[in-house]
Each structure stands twice: as C-alpha cells, then as structure tokens.
C-alpha cells in the first residue's frame, strides 16, 4: 500500500491566511503535480489580489473533479506497471485541491513546487519531507491557470492543464512554460461559428462571465463570425457573483432582444442563477449553445431540462480507458481512513459515517450526527459522476496530461549524449531533474495513447477535435448527451464540420429555431443595409431592371446579358423575345392578306384591260403606259411582303432597294402618261410638233432613264454601307427587337427623296393638265392620287421616325398599301367602273365628249 501523507486540519478548504488545503501524495522517483478543483463555493465566487481575501467556504465538493483526481492516480500506477515505459523510473504525485480559486490555487501551487509541506494543526506527518514537483497537471480554470503561470513563469516550471482553453494561454511570450491536452478556444470559436452559419443564425446573443475566458472567446468569435455575415444582437458580460441587479440586467437585455439562439460562455454554477431567473419569468423560448465548458454537464439538467432540451455544444473528444471504471469503484471504507476527498465523497454519497474519518471539513458539522457506514455500500447501487464512465472527456485529458510527462521523462532517460535537443547535443539531466529541460522534451513529444495519435503545435496546444451534443431527455427524463456531428480542424476547412441534422432534437418544435434580425431575402431581392444597424439588419430590395438575384441575402444582383433577361420574378435569366413583324401574329396576317388583296386586284384590273385593251378607254389612256404601271403596282404590293417576317440581311437589302426602285418605276410611268395627256393637248394647236418628242419610244425611254437614277442611288447604297439586320435592345430591353438597319441613313433617305421628286414632278404636270378637254384626260385622276400618295408618305415620315421594331415594318407596309391603294383605286377605278359597267359610254363619240 503506497504511503499517504494527509492533512487533518479541522479548517480545510477555508482561506484563512496561512491555513493550507487538502493533499493527496504518493512517493516516487519524479514527483507529478496535481491542481484539481474538488471544492467551489456556492456563490461561484473568483477572487482576485485587489484587496486581502477575506475566508471564503469552499463548501461543495465535485465528484465530476474527484474522477478527474483519481484518473490521475489511475495513470500512474498504469504506467509504473508497464515494462516498456519508464522502466528504471518510477512516478509518484502530490495533488492539491485548488478550490477552483486563485488564490488558493497559488498556495498550493507553491507547496508543490517547494516539497515543503504546509504548517499544520495536528499534521500526523509534517515531519515527511516532500519532494518538489518539476511539473503540474492542471489547472481546471483558465483563469486559474494564467494567475499560476504567472508565477510560475520564472521558473520555466512545466503546467499541463487538462481543462483549460483560453485562446490567450497560446501566447508564448506571456506563458513559455505552458501546455494542454485541451484543445484552444480559437478552434472551439471556429466550430461554433460554423455552427451557428449551418444553421442560418445570424442573430445571435453572447453572454458570458466577466474572465479572460469568456472575453477572449466572444472576441474571437465576434471576429470569426463576420466570415459568416453572422452579427451579435448583443454581447454582455456579467460578474462572477450574479447580483440581484446584474442579474436582472441581463435577463432584461435577453427578453428584450429578438435573438432566439443564445451562446453562453460560463460555468455551470454560475449558468445555474441564469436559467433559474429565466425559468421564473417564462422565458422558454431560447436555443441554448453551450461551449465546451458546461457542453456535458449533467448538473444543469435536473431543475431546467424544459429550458436545455435541445441544446447543442461542441465537446472535447470522448475517449475510453480501459480498466478506469473498475479502478474507480475500488473503494471500500478501509480507503478512506487516510483520505479527506474519499471520505467527504463516501459520506456524501451514501449519507452515512466512515468510522474513524477524515472528513471534518467545516461544512459538514452535521456529517457527526450521520450514522455509522455498514460497510456494504457500493457504488453499483447508486449513480454518481464520479463513477460514470461513459462521457471521458476532461477524464480523458487528464490521462493523456499525465503521459505526455511520462513519455517527456522517457525520452530523456533514454537519450543518446550527442544526440540530445540542448547544446552540442547534450541530453537533459534526470538528477536533479530541471524543469525546463523537461519542457523542452514535452514540447517535442509525439506519442500513441489508446490508438490516438497525441501531438502538439509550437504553441503547445493538441491538434483540436471536438464531438457536437444534443441535448436530449431519456425515456425515464434523465440527459442524453447524443452525438450529432463533429468538428476536426486537421480536415479542409469545406470539410472540418459534420453535422447529422436527423437525429437533431431542437428545444422547440420539429425544426431548428429561426434567429435572424431581417427576414432573408429571397431570390429576385438583394439586401439593402440599414444606416446605423448591423450588416444582419436589412431591408430587401428588387433587382433592378435587368438584374437578378439567383440566391437567398444575396448583397449584390447580376446583370443578364445582352441576349437574356430576367424572368418574371427576377431571379433566373432567360432568353429574349425576338420581336419582328412576323406572318403569324395577327398584325401581320392582317397586312400580308391585304398585300395579297391588293395584289389580286391589280392582277384583276390588268387581266381587264388586257380583255378590253381595244376599246377607246384603255386605248386612249397611253394602253402600254398603264400596263407597265399596274405591273409596277402589282410589284410594289409584293415587296411590301419583304417587311414580314424575320429580317435577314440580304432580305433587308432587298427590301429597301426593290421598294425604292418599284415606286420609282410606277411614278415614272405615272409621270409620263401624265406628260402624254399634257403633251398631247399641246400638239393640236397648229403648227405644233411637240409629240415627235413623246413618242412609244420617247415614253419607254423617260421611264427607264428615270428609273436609272433611282437604280444607281441604290447600288451606291449597297456598295457603301448597305442595310443589315440587327438585334437592338435599346428600347424594349425585354425583347430583342430584330430590325433592319438601314446602314446609310444619306442612302435611305436619298431613295425616298427621289421617289417623291418624282411624285411632286408628276403631281405639277398633273394639276397643269387637270382642266384639259376630253373625256378621256385622266389628270383629275392622277392629280388626287398624288395628293394621296403625298399625304401617305408625309404622314409616314415622323410616324417611321418614332417606332421601332415590328411596328416599324408596320409603318412601312401601310404606306406602301395606302399608297399602291391610292393609285390603284384613283387612276383605275374609274376605268374599270366605264369598262365593267358602263360599257355604253365606252365608245370613241363618247370619250371625244368634252
């Protein structure tokens, strides 16, 4: 049985000055520190230097911390036994309760370091000298650990924490001598972040107590979050002892806010006032994140599980030490005779008195009136965190803690001079073992542990792994921590973070919570901010006219390009319309049946003045002038069926100069018959020969000169910059308006500028000749159908100017219809009507007739 060396002061765990604290030592070659935190006070009290402590009662004691000791205990003797690790060592440990405070936890540190053992009252063995302690395992607290580094610090005295996680303790500037087996807040904060963007919160409240630990950790995550676009509703930190009015204060601002997801960064003890102050006025409806600090703590469960149920935290990783539970539950009451931990632990858990007991800690004065222990208590009959195996989590650092110092020491008993990490390859020395030394080899250390790789960055921190709870209620109402995913920072960042959202059971409903401080935007919106508010409120805006937002908070909306535009709802782009005056929408179904009327007619008209081309009318209106004109016509008809349909280029090329070059035929012959009629009245005064110069001949020629100049307008146009089909989007940016572009404006205009030369040249000899005699002068006629035709193309001006696209076309086949109409209806109608109707008057006395 090893040698215990115990303290009996009837003051334990009482701060009193120079009164000590409790102990737990087991002699050994080399001497393992230990700080455990087996008792807190009630009020979760962490004091500070600024003015003489006054005593303070450390009146509750953690089995959960009694477990973390006695693994300790467990790894030691596990590694005396073993042949293939520190075979010529042998390893002892001199534990300390740290009563989770600073300053006791610096008195005790400085007990272990020194060997010496503390003055005390009624001390069985004070007279034992200690060995110092090169190196501790612990603290549990950050806190408590930066006020012992602190101290430490100059010694270069090696501190391996098991529970410790403050992202500032990573500053090896400030702590050269410090190492954990917990993983940093900094990859914690990074798991939570991710967490919390998975799950689409980005409103979110952070509270925590008023230590480095909880500082450093919503710092860093404020500033992770912002890769997230994930905003703090509000950051609030609280004293270590709750008051009535921070209390209150902080209840205030967690109903007030519209944040449903709320991260706390604290204790259990100190969470416990929190929730029991929520739970007084009906605030149920928060989904809790827990950090790693209470993320398994089965303490809180009990009086808030309506509150916690669904609660999700990161935790540090489960392991499994074999041998640890039966190591933990052989006790009996023999155990106890020289340990105050074992016995407080006995007597609290089964109510009873260990005979002979150590247990006189001032708290539990009534323990005297407990009755005797039978000694048939066993802890198979009663649940206790002590005992419970089955979440090693801080358990399971604490044992890697203490191999990391057993596989240190190997190193260094088995180094080759020459071969070691100091100058000129010197290895460290074992007698007197220095701690700095030791720390150099602890920094180098990679070693296997119960099949897990253990390996430490140049900061001193293990590679980070963490398993994501759920906060679940077992059948029989108890917790059930459950496994929903997990987070390795030794993975791509797009891979570090898994999560099994099926097995997830969230604190309300059937869904996760929904903590935003604007409603997202959907898609066809972007978010606009807010002056003066967080980029998380906002307000959501369409996308503007030709924008699209294909995301959920998009901040941006996309251009389509030129041949897409956004659909109805704005957030996908698809093709445009493409607009032209097509054969199969009604408008152009409208034009190209009247084109074809119009055609017909001609045609109908010219088959009869072909059948009555010897009778006086059509004979003595220039017969082969007019056939040439309602051949023109029936050509101008059908060019108007150019303008429908989709354009190309060569059919807008055809287009234009067909149009420009049929007119000009049709008013040459127009012109010339109107010459003819004026010519012809002039040859019967006496002595005149005019008509030798307005013969058949003469009248062809003039037309085909005329018609020349109009052909070589056109090839000037082509040659230079000819018509073209384009797609515009300029004025209806919905639809691609396919067109035709003209090219040479001075080409297009040049055309219809020679056409109506040629119409005011036939219109003047028209109005010259309108009161000539005889029946058959037909200048009445074809000065009313110029008078149309300029009115149609007058009009067609501005309105051709003034629209686009189809309607464009449109524009263009209207007047060639009024236009073609007007000549057709104006010169031949009154033809027709004699030849069809009035065959009587058809006569040659008749058309002499003046």
């Known amino acids: 049985m ?71 205990t467990f790894a030691v003797a596990e590694i005396n036994q073993r042949k293939d690790l520190l075979p010529k060592l042998s390893l002892g440990y001199h534990i300390r309760d740290s009563c989770d405070d600073i300053p006791v936890s610096l008195k005790s540190t400085l007990l272990l370091v020194n060997g010496q053992p503390e003055k005390e009252r009624g001390a069985t063995c004070a007279d034992v000298r200690r060995q110092p302690s090169p190196v501790i395992v612990g603290d549990a607290s950050s806190g408590v650990s930066i006020a012992v580094l602190r101290t430490l610090g100059s010694f270069k005295i090696p501190l391996v924490s098991y529970f410790a996680s403050c992202l500032c303790l990573s500053n090896k500037k400030e702590f050269p001598s410090f190492m954990r087996t917990m993983p940093s807040d900094e990859f914690q904060i990074k798991a939570l972040a991710k967490l919390v963007h998975y799950f689409q919160w980005s409103w979110v409240g952070l509270i925590g107590v008023d230590l480095d630990y909880a500082h450093f950790a919503i710092q860093l995550f404020v500033k992770e979050s912002v890769r997230y676009n994930v905003c703090p509703a509000y950051v609030h930190f609280y004293p270590v002892i709750l008051f009535k009015e921070a209390l209150q204060e902080l209840i205030n601002i967690i109903r007030d806010s519209t944040a449903t997801v709320i991260l706390n960064f604290s204790r259990e003890s100190t969470l416990q006032f929190i929730l029991q102050e929520c739970k007084r006025q009906n605030i149920t409806h928060l989904q809790w994140i827990a950090s790693e600090a209470w993320a398994t703590s089965n303490a809180l469960w009990g009086d808030f599980s309506d509150l916690l149920q669904g609660t999700l935290g990161f935790a540090i990783r489960k392991g499994e030490i074999p041998n640890l539970d039966g190591y933990l539950r052989l006790l009996n009451t023999s155990s106890f005779q020289n340990s105050h931990f074992l016995s407080e632990f006995w007597e609290d858990t089964f109510n009873c008195r260990v005979n002979r007991s150590l247990n006189t800690h001032i708290h539990r004065q009534e323990a005297l009136n407990r009755v005797p222990c039978s000694g048939n208590e066993s802890l198979d009959n009663v649940y206790s965190l002590y005992s419970d195996v089955s979440q090693l989590r801080v358990s399971y650092n604490v044992y890697k803690a203490v191999y990391l110092v057993a596989h240190s020491l190997h190193e260094m008993t088995t180094c080759v001079p020459g071969q070691g990490p100091f100058h000129n390859g010197t290895c460290g020395n074992l007698k007197p ?52 995913g997990f987070y390795d920072a030794s993975l791509r960042d797009e891979r570090n973070l898994v999560i099994n959202d099926s097995v997830i059971i969230w604190h309300s409903e059937n869904k996760a919570p929904v903590s935003v401080c604007s409603q997202s935007c959907l898609p066809g919106f972007r978010k606009a901010r807010r002056k003066g508010e967080p980029i998380c409120c906002f307000d959501c805006i369409p996308c503007a006219e030709g924008e699209i937002s294909n995301e959920t908070d998009s901040n941006d909306c996309l251009r389509c390009s030129r041949e897409m535009w956004p659909n109805q709802a704005r957030y996908q ?42 009778t006086p009318v059509v004979r003595g209106n220039n017969m082969e002038l007019s056939f040439l004109v309602l ?105 691609i308006i396919v067109e035709c572009d003209v090219g040479s404006e001075i080409g297009f205009w040049c055309v219809l500028g020679y056409i109506g030369f040629l119409a005011c040249m036939c219109f003047l000899t028209a109005f010259l000749a309108r009161k000539l005699p005889d029946n058959f002068n037909e200048a009445k006629c074809i000065t009313f159908s110029m008078v149309i035709f300029f009115a149609v193309w007058i009009t067609f001006i501005p309105v051709y100017v003034s629209t686009r696209g189809k309607y464009m076309a449109a524009v263009h086949v209207f007047a060639i219809l009024a236009s073609a109409f007007g000549l057709l209806l104006c010169i031949f109608a009154p033809k027709c009507y004699v030849v069809l109707l009035r065959p009587e008057k058809n006569i040659r006395k008749n058309m002499m007739k003046k």
């Open 2 to 72: 090893p040698m215990w060396c115990l303290s009996t002061n009837n003051d334990e765990c009482i701060y009193r000055g120079e009164e000590g604290t409790q102990s737990f030592y087991q002699h050994g070659d080399v001497i393992l520190g230990g700080l455990f935190p087996l008792h807190t006070s009630p009020d979760g009290a962490v004091r500070s230097f600024q003015s003489k402590p006054s005593g303070t009662e450390y009146n509750d004691f953690s089995s959960r911390a009694l477990r973390w000791m006695r693994t300790m």
């Open 433 to 484: 073992l220095l701690p700095w030394q030791l720390l150099s080899y602890m920094k180098r250390a990679n070693f296997t542990t119960l099949g897990e790789d253990v390996s430490f960055d140049e900061n001193g921190d293990p590679i980070a792994s963490y398993d994501l709870m759920n906060w679940q209620m077992a059948s029989d109402g108890s917790l059930k921590l459950v496994k929903v």
């Open 573 to 614: 782009c698809v093709p445009k319309v493409l607009e032209y005056l097509s054969f199969h929408e009604p408008l152009g179904i409208v034009l190209w049946v009247v084109l074809t009327i119009g055609v017909c007619l001609t045609v109908a008209v010219l088959c009869v003045f072909v059948t009555y081309r010897h």
């Open 631 to 735: 051949l023109f016509l029936c050509v101008c008809f059908l060019i108007g069926l150019t303008f429908i349909g989709k354009p190309t280029d060569w059919l807008c090329q055809i287009r234009y100069t067909a149009f420009g070059i049929s007119f000009a035929l049709c008013i040459a012959c127009i012109l010339a018959k109107t010459i003819v009629v004026l010519m012809a009245f002039r040859a019967t005064l006496p002595g005149s020969d005019v008509m030798k110069w307005f013969g058949p001949v003469k009248q062809r020629c003039s037309v085909i000169l005329c018609s020349c100049v109009q052909c070589l307008v056109c090839i000037i146009w082509l040659m230079t910059k000819p018509p073209i089909a384009t797609n515009s989007t300029r004025f209806l940016s919905a639809t």
